[in-house]
């Protein structure tokens, strides 16, 4: 996915559950929308330029995945959440 297309805010209540999952260090199995499938421990939320991120624990590497491009998030405390655009 290209990096430099318009931000789009994610559903306050999936940007919640992202939150809780960093407090918690939860490790999450994510799916992005482009199909790529990871599991990462989650570690931060973090907003630059007006774009909002996870920052992840991915096998000991930091990466930060754009919000608008997790399509889903599953964690047995939570379940599986479908990410949704704010309205």
């Not at 490790?27 to 973090?46: H, P, R, Y």
């Not at 930091?62 to 047995?76: K, Q």
């Amino acid at each position: 996915m290209l990096t430099n297309e318009a931000y789009k805010p994610i559903n306050c209540d999936d940007y919640d559950n992202l939150e809780l999952a960093c407090q918690k260090h939860w490790t999450l199995a994510l799916e992005l929308k482009n199909g790529d499938q990871l599991k990462a421990k989650a570690v931060d939320m973090i907003s630059r330029k007006n774009v909002e991120y996870l920052a992840v624990d991915l096998s000991g590497e930091t990466r930060e995945l754009r919000l608008d491009h997790i399509a889903s998030f599953s964690h047995p405390e939570l379940g599986t959440v479908i990410v949704s655009e704010d309205e």
